[in-house]
């Protein structure tokens, strides 16, 4: 591959870095009832539907690292459940799916949707907070949909580097 | 010709003895004029090398200034954010803040923690209040060496010790999943028969050596038998709604801090 074949990796990588930043501003932006969306995750997904399984992880790898140590906590959750999630993602777009933007919304929710359901496990029900489901309905469900709506915008993204990257290939 | 003008002269100084306006003329009209001339004439051409030295000091000079104004602006800065908590230290003396901004909010975090720009190498240390001028925001629950990560009151995470200003009742301040939405928080374990009624002010306690004593926290809105533990609870509105603030400082001593630990050593 070119050069210019992988200039896309660093698309990507910028990509993610934009969408951290984005979703972590101090200031009450991108939010909808209250809710903000875990752009990241989004990136994440969003690569995932055109990557190999190798890369997919990698750039998932970096989100979850990136995600965990930035509110000053340690390499764990995002860190393991994303590049698990972006690799059940890619397999299935490598060999069972043909890529549109239905079957990318529609694997985007499930994935979005197990990710958060675990976040929801580990740091609410694990933790003996009250009133888990009524919880979940009101904060996670609209976390979910607000992540789900950055999905068409990055896959948009990554369908045009990946058309830059197709045109290189072909010459 | 000479014989002419010292005569034209002679006439006018005698016009001009106690005449202001002749002399006026005379002063703004002619002499002001050649003095300016002769002010403003240019000084002697510079040599090369002579202009490029004071070029050269010119331009340190230039770094020099524009360095000190920036820490000009920075020290306006870090005394505007600090005569916000003037009166917070003014009631405890003891108290040391540092003030801190807000620089990114977790879209994970459940109760709207954050994490703000002063670290470990600021003198943070895990579990200091964070405050503003209205109130208690919360405690410090991370630490790296540039940043730190808060928990507000609104988490259920958090346990303040609590008294309730106008009866004296003491309490703890811990959040609740159901009340968090609406940036409140609760006021548990409060003895039976208190007497405590909405509007009531709650202020930190000081016990344990967490919190320094008598920061605000929140204003009591409803007062209830709690389910679990039939005994009475408050739902207080904090004073300052940490759901969107962008700045605040961390308390990183005061009088009495660590009381209880330092007993149990």
Known sequence: ?171 | MLAGVTAAFLVISLISVGNEYVSGFIEGCIIQPVQRLMCNADPPPKSREELENELSRLSEENCRLREELAQHYDIMAENEELRRYFDIKKQNESISLIPAAVISRDPDENFFGFVMDKGAFDGVELNSPVVTEKGLVGYVSGVSMRSCRVTTILSPEAAIGAVVKRTGSVGVISGSTALSDSGRTKMTNLPAGSGISEGDMAVTSGFGGMFPKDLLIGRIKAVYTDAFTAMPAAEIEPYEDARKIQSAAIITDFSGKDELFTKEK
């Open chain 1, 1 to 171: 591959m070119t050069v210019k074949g992988r200039i896309r990796y660093l698309l990507y990588a910028f990509e993610c870095f934009a969408a951290f930043l984005l979703q972590s501003l101090p200031f009450p932006a991108l939010e909808l009832f209250g809710a903000r969306a875990a752009l990241v995750l989004s990136a994440a997904f969003s690569i995932a539907f055109f990557e190999s399984q190798v890369t997919s992880v990698i750039f998932a790898a970096m989100c979850g690292v990136l995600t965990d140590i930035s509110y000053c906590g340690s390499i764990g959750f995002f860190s393991v459940i994303m590049p698990a999630a972006c690799y059940s993602v890619s397999l299935l777009f490598e060999n069972f799916f043909k890529r549109n933007l239905f079957t990318v919304t529609a694997a985007a929710f499930a994935g979005i949707a197990a990710v958060m359901f675990i976040h929801f496990f580990v740091f609410y029900l694990m933790r003996g907070y009250p009133d888990g489901w009524q919880f979940f309905a009101k904060r996670y469900i609209m976390r979910i949909l607000c992540t789900l709506l950055a999905v068409p915008v990055f896959y948009g993204m990554d369908l045009l580097f990946f058309r830059i990257r197709s045109e290189y290939m072909n010459g």
